[in-house]
């Protein structure tokens, strides 16, 4: 096992990570922007260092600075978190030359998943299900036009080095596809810096069903069944929960066994998710792999009893998975909101500082966090301030448990998402489980 980590980032994941490492005997290095010199990571790691001023560039995503922390501190590994350089394969690559330990898959893994076109070609190989489309970029109009002809509208046009949803364009009428085509190239081009588009069949108000992934480094690999991810805005998801209420025991088996069989054909070898749309006929498809552990992890771990990010720093580490796919069970439901330091309904950042602080607790409650009473949001990163999780019985128990949480969550002096949350757990579509990724363009909250 690694006697230290480096932890290459910041908020509540740096604090999750650094419990785990704790809790593995681990000793633990902060990093940290000059913003962020008060910030609980700093606080509760062994070691923190300073790397750069606020802005993201100039520290958390300054990889010079991160190396050379890890150095200095003669940290063997670096867990990347979610977001920053969690998925930037040259930082990973630059970690194995320097001999530390990244803490996720092997760069090529990460390239081939990153490149969503070679990611839906090892999917073809190994049958997964994927919604028609191209097989290679789509280099000009011609071609566009070519598989619209073939597949029908609507289409999606989607950045090959893209993913998350960005730069996305649906075309539903011929007249549009010109255009749409024209516009998704510049925007890839200037979000990735690489203007290569794919084309895919359009799937009408899907829900988005992710399968976690965990796998060693000795070619075992189970799958902790699914998360349901459809309540989102503008491809950020706000709510997330496990199990999903469309999926029955037999199509979590299916979807499992083939999310397994696809990561295992690539070589995977650490903790992932393999994304996919469900349809209302509940055909599913597969849309991406995510290498990272992500925001939403804790739904599946309070279902399972897993600690994901436990078995993502043992995997690294080599160290052989004690799971067998017949010892994970699933018990009960969990639910996750999203506390964002956001106004609740226009949903833009409103940071701060927090000037009285009261998290709510008992039976099944769980809050990850790293803020306190007195604490100033800051304005230069992401506006997650909490993750607010429950676990009960049932659906409707957790539906509850959640209502209850919300009330008895009080954070002042900053607008939150916690009155949202508390309309959508009243809501009837929701209470019911009628749910796809159109649900919050389409309801209309009381
Ligand atoms: C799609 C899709 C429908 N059809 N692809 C969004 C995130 C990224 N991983 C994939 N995403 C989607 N891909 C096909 N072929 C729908 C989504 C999607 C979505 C699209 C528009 C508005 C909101 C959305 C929320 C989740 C997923």
Redesign the pocket.
Same mark, same amino acid.
């Given at each position: 096992m690694f006697h230290k980590i480096l932890i290459a980032n910041r908020g509540e994941i740096a604090l999750r990570i650094i419990r785990a490492c704790k809790e593995l005997g681990i000793k633990t290095v902060a990093v940290f922007s000059t913003a962020d010199k008060d910030s609980l990571h700093v606080k509760i790691a062994d070691e923190s260092i300073c790397i750069g001023p606020p802005p993201s560039l100039q520290s958390y995503l300054n990889i010079n600075a991160i190396i050379s922390a890890a150095e200095l501190t003669d940290a063997e590994a670096i867990h990347p978190g979610y977001g920053f350089l969690a998925e930037n394969t040259a930082f990973a690559e630059i970690c194995e030359k320097c001999g530390i330990n990244f803490i996720g898959p092997a760069s090529e893994t990460m390239r081939m998943m990153g490149d969503k076109i070679s990611a839906r070609q090892a999917m073809i190989k190994e049958g997964i299900p994927i !919604?028609p489309?191209t097989k290679e970029g789509v280099k000009d109009l011609d071609a566009a036009v070519k598989i619209v002809k073939k597949i029908g509208l609507p289409v &999606?046009i989607?950045a090959t080095a893209g993913?998350?949803?960005r730069g /996305?364009k &649906?075309v539903h009428s011929p007249a549009t596809l010109a255009n749409a085509f024209a516009t998704a190239r510049a925007e890839a081009q200037a979000c990735f810096g690489n203007s290569e588009v794919y084309i #895919?069949?359009?799937?009408e108000r899907?829900r $988005?069903v992710e399968i976690q992934i965990v796998a060693d480094k000795h070619g075992n690999v189970i799958h902790l069944g699914e998360r349901d991810c459809s309540i989102?805005r503008r $491809?950020q998801k706000l709510i997330e929960e496990a199990p999903s209420t469309a999926i029955t025991p037999a199509l979590r088996k299916k979807m499992g066994e083939d999310a397994v069989r696809a990561v295992r054909a690539v070589g995977y070898n650490s903790v992932g998710t393999m #994304?996919f !749309?469900v349809d209302r006929d509940n055909n599913y498809?597969f /849309? #991406?792999m995510n290498t990272r552990i992500q925001v939403e992890h804790p739904v599946t771990e309070m279902v399972t009893g897993i600690d994901i990010v436990k078995e993502q720093i043992r995997s690294a580490a080599g160290i052989k998975l004690r799971y067998k796919q017949s010892d994970i069970k699933m018990n009960g439901h969990a639910i996750e909101c999203r506390i964002n330091a956001e106004d609740s309904s226009k949903f833009t950042p409103c940071p701060g500082k927090i000037i009285a602080y009261h998290t709510p607790g008992g039976l099944g409650v769980r809050v990850d966090s790293f803020v306190y009473d007195q604490y100033t949001v800051l304005p230069h990163y992401d506006s997650l301030i909490a993750k607010l999780i429950v676990h009960a019985e049932t659906r409707k128990d957790a539906i509850s448990r959640m209502t209850r949480a919300l009330d008895e969550y009080i954070i002042e002096g900053i607008n939150t998402t916690i009155p949202f949350h508390k309309r959508i757990m009243a809501n009837k579509d929701f209470i019911e489980g009628n749910i796809d990724?159109?649900f919050l363009e389409r309801v209309v909250l009381e």
């Amino acid at each position: 096992m690694f006697h230290k980590i480096l932890i290459a980032n910041r908020g509540e994941i740096a604090l999750r990570i650094i419990r785990a490492c704790k809790e593995l005997g681990i000793k633990t290095v902060a990093v940290f922007s000059t913003a962020d010199k008060d910030s609980l990571h700093v606080k509760i790691a062994d070691e923190s260092i300073c790397i750069g001023p606020p802005p993201s560039l100039q520290s958390y995503l300054n990889i010079n600075a991160i190396i050379s922390a890890a150095e200095l501190t003669d940290a063997e590994a670096i867990h990347p978190g979610y977001g920053f350089l969690a998925e930037n394969t040259a930082f990973a690559e630059i970690c194995e030359k320097c001999g530390i330990n990244f803490i996720g898959p092997a760069s090529e893994t990460m390239r081939m998943m990153g490149d969503k076109i070679s990611a839906r070609q090892a999917m073809i190989k190994e049958g997964i299900p994927i !919604l028609p489309g191209t097989k290679e970029g789509v280099k000009d109009l011609d071609a566009a036009v070519k598989i619209v002809k073939k597949i029908g509208l609507p289409v &999606i046009i989607k950045a090959t080095a893209g993913g998350g949803g960005r730069g /996305m364009k &649906i075309v539903h009428s011929p007249a549009t596809l010109a255009n749409a085509f024209a516009t998704a190239r510049a925007e890839a081009q200037a979000c990735f810096g690489n203007s290569e588009v794919y084309i #895919e069949k359009y799937c009408e108000r899907p829900r $988005h069903v992710e399968i976690q992934i965990v796998a060693d480094k000795h070619g075992n690999v189970i799958h902790l069944g699914e998360r349901d991810c459809s309540i989102q805005r503008r $491809h950020q998801k706000l709510i997330e929960e496990a199990p999903s209420t469309a999926i029955t025991p037999a199509l979590r088996k299916k979807m499992g066994e083939d999310a397994v069989r696809a990561v295992r054909a690539v070589g995977y070898n650490s903790v992932g998710t393999m #994304e996919f !749309l469900v349809d209302r006929d509940n055909n599913y498809f597969f /849309m #991406e792999m995510n290498t990272r552990i992500q925001v939403e992890h804790p739904v599946t771990e309070m279902v399972t009893g897993i600690d994901i990010v436990k078995e993502q720093i043992r995997s690294a580490a080599g160290i052989k998975l004690r799971y067998k796919q017949s010892d994970i069970k699933m018990n009960g439901h969990a639910i996750e909101c999203r506390i964002n330091a956001e106004d609740s309904s226009k949903f833009t950042p409103c940071p701060g500082k927090i000037i009285a602080y009261h998290t709510p607790g008992g039976l099944g409650v769980r809050v990850d966090s790293f803020v306190y009473d007195q604490y100033t949001v800051l304005p230069h990163y992401d506006s997650l301030i909490a993750k607010l999780i429950v676990h009960a019985e049932t659906r409707k128990d957790a539906i509850s448990r959640m209502t209850r949480a919300l009330d008895e969550y009080i954070i002042e002096g900053i607008n939150t998402t916690i009155p949202f949350h508390k309309r959508i757990m009243a809501n009837k579509d929701f209470i019911e489980g009628n749910i796809d990724t159109g649900f919050l363009e389409r309801v209309v909250l009381e």
